[in-house]
């Protein structure tokens, strides 16, 4: 499945407006049949651009079998996410990074209790235009001198002895996505530790976009952008200390590609789980999120995972087990440690 959109431009936030079609055979469905059919209203989502995908995929799906509810999808970040989300507009927010505390004290405070569902793992896509002939990898240290605060560096030869004298033109997420809080983590040492004089964007596609039509260009986001335009721009190996290693499914899910790998995250405000196109919604996601999550080109959880999460809803527990910790290093065993 590729990742379309028909978007509106609404207050500065990109929403998807998905098609309703037939049921599509084999679909399958916590709202199939009558019910699904029965079902009316409407379900809201925003959050993070690298869950967006999922999320739209989901939607889809979701509605080409339960056509009478409304799934709408928007990306307005991680951090933009969890602010709607915390004041209670939307019912699900996607996130690339787990809730803070300080995000969790304004769900607190507005009395919205959440529901967090790991729902894949993605591995953070160092990119470069395909014309740099120069380099196929480079080092955490590399990388770490080209974003952390202050850096002077403007030109691929400064970055390793043997590169070529060729601007180097920076492009990445904006500081309200969690994958600008996940890649300051992983990569130069702390929350919010980036130089700010690059492109900055919440739309992946025009991340995308920049560094497809910059020969000298570096940025970084989901591998689900990187896999659905492989013939726009190229990856670059991430030498974590074991040598040089290749974004994929397999080293995602092996943990051997380090330490570009994380969880993604569904929260969904306990509250929504009242309405029944919510609930419904959500059931559908953890019964079809391992066929599409691989189709959009995450990495999906094993199915015992995505059982514990029906087990968590079902139970409504509420609250975070990942808050106040770094995603940096989790596996998916990690992940179903604590969904038990």
């Known amino acids: 499945m590729s990742i379309w959109r028909s978007v509106v431009v609404a207050g500065g936030i990109v929403v998807a407006a998905i098609g309703c079609g037939g049921p599509k055979e084999g679909a399958g469905s916590a709202a199939d049949g009558s019910a699904g059919q029965e079902l009316k209203g409407a379900v809201n989502v925003d959050g993070s651009s690298t869950v967006f995908p999922i999320s739209q995929a989901l939607a ?24 709607k989300f915390g004041r209670g507009e939307i019912d699900i927010t996607g996130a690339s990074r787990p809730i803070e505390p300080s995000e969790d004290e304004v769900c607190k405070k507005n009395g919205v209790e959440y529901i967090e569902l790991p729902i894949a793992f993605d591995g953070l896509t160092v990119v470069v235009n395909p014309k740099n002939n120069w380099a196929d990898s480079l080092t955490v240290a590399e990388l770490k001198r080209i974003w952390e605060p202050g850096s002077k560096i403007d030109n691929w030869s400064q970055v390793r002895a043997g590169f070529p004298d060729k601007p180097l033109k920076l492009y990445g997420p904006g500081t309200d996505s969690g994958t600008f809080d996940y890649f300051c983590e992983a990569i130069t040492g702390g929350k919010g530790k980036s130089r700010s004089d690059y492109t900055a964007s919440e739309d992946d596609n025009v991340l995308v976009q920049g560094v497809a039509g910059d020969e000298g260009a570096l940025g970084y986001f989901g591998i689900a952008y990187y896999e659905e335009n492989k013939d726009k721009i190229r990856a670059l190996k991430i030498d974590g200390g074991d040598g040089p290693v290749e974004p994929s499914p397999e ?40 066929k599409l999550v691989s189709q959009v080109g995450y990495v999906p959880l094993p199915a015992e995972a995505y059982g514990a999460g029906k087990k968590i809803v079902a139970e409504k527990r509420t609250g975070s087990r990942f808050m106040g910790e770094t995603a940096k290093g989790l596996k998916i065993e990690d992940i179903l440690a604590k969904e038990k």
């Open 251 to 290: 080293t995602v899910r092996s943990g051997l590609y380090k330490p570009l790998s994380r969880p993604l995250f569904l929260y969904v405000n306990a509250k929504s789980l009242e309405k029944p196109q919510v609930k419904a919604f959500v059931d559908f996601c953890l019964d079809h999120a391992e």
């Open 60 to 83: 889809e799906e979701f509605m080409n079998v339960t056509p009478g509810v409304n799934v709408t999808v928007a990306e307005s970040g991680t951090g933009g996410g969890f602010k």
